[in-house]
């Protein structure tokens, strides 16, 4: 099995050679700390609006910045490797910025797929998207799955609650 880990840069050019041959790329991103079943379902979701699933892993500092002191619970190398076991996943990068927007210019993906917590107008990105002419899917169950939630259940259930 070919490494599906790349640089973004990497993974542009490929994109750019598979939508030569007309299939069409979706991209989604998210930290991906400790894997629920909302996760799964989310790129799955994603994967079913295109034929290769590009997927954005936040970096540990990145995921640090939006999640806070004691996070990421598992380092990002690690979930890059996690992420990338899944067969519908095909090729997965880190980046460090606060959006996707730096990483939507550089793949130049058909969709962005967003979680159901967000609406098409709500979506961060949804200006670079609309100027690069990338459709916007919301795709995935229901947001009622959550690491915070998993993480809170852990601590309560073995005595380390806070």
């Given at each position: 099995m070919?490494?599906?880990?790349?640089t973004?840069e990497?993974?542009?050019a490929?994109?750019a050679?598979l939508?030569?041959?007309?299939?069409?790329?979706v991209?989604a991103?998210?930290?991906?700390?400790?894997?629920?079943v909302g996760?799964?379902?989310?790129?799955?979701?994603?994967k079913?609006k295109?034929?290769?699933?590009?997927?954005?892993?936040?970096?540990?500092?990145?995921?640090?910045?939006?999640?806070?002191k004691?996070?990421p619970?598992?380092?990002?190398?690690d979930?890059?490797?996690?992420m990338?076991?899944?067969?519908?996943?095909?090729?997965?990068?880190?980046?460090?910025?606060?959006?996707?927007?730096?990483?939507l210019?550089?793949?130049?993906?058909?969709?962005?797929?967003?979680?159901?917590?967000?609406t098409?107008?709500?979506?961060?990105?949804?200006?670079?998207?609309?100027?690069?002419?990338?459709?916007?899917a919301?795709?995935g169950?229901?947001?009622?799955h959550?690491?915070?939630?998993?993480?809170?259940t852990i601590?309560?259930?073995?005595?380390?609650?806070?």
């Amino acid at each position: 099995m070919p490494n599906k880990i790349m640089t973004r840069e990497k993974i542009g050019a490929v994109a750019a050679k598979l939508k030569k041959k007309g299939k069409k790329v979706v991209f989604a991103n998210g930290c991906f700390d400790i894997l629920h079943v909302g996760h799964v379902r989310f790129l799955k979701g994603a994967k079913a609006k295109g034929d290769i699933l590009v997927l954005g892993l936040n970096s540990d500092a990145s995921v640090r910045k939006l999640k806070g002191k004691g996070r990421p619970l598992v380092n990002q190398r690690d979930r890059a490797e996690l992420m990338a076991a899944f067969e519908f996943v095909d090729y997965v990068t880190v980046f460090g910025e606060q959006t996707v927007e730096k990483t939507l210019r550089i793949i130049k993906p058909d969709y962005h797929a967003k979680g159901t917590d967000y609406t098409k107008d709500t979506v961060p990105e949804k200006g670079i998207a609309k100027e690069l002419g990338i459709k916007i899917a919301i795709v995935g169950d229901k947001k009622n799955h959550s690491t915070k939630d998993i993480i809170k259940t852990i601590t309560e259930r073995y005595g380390c609650a806070k």
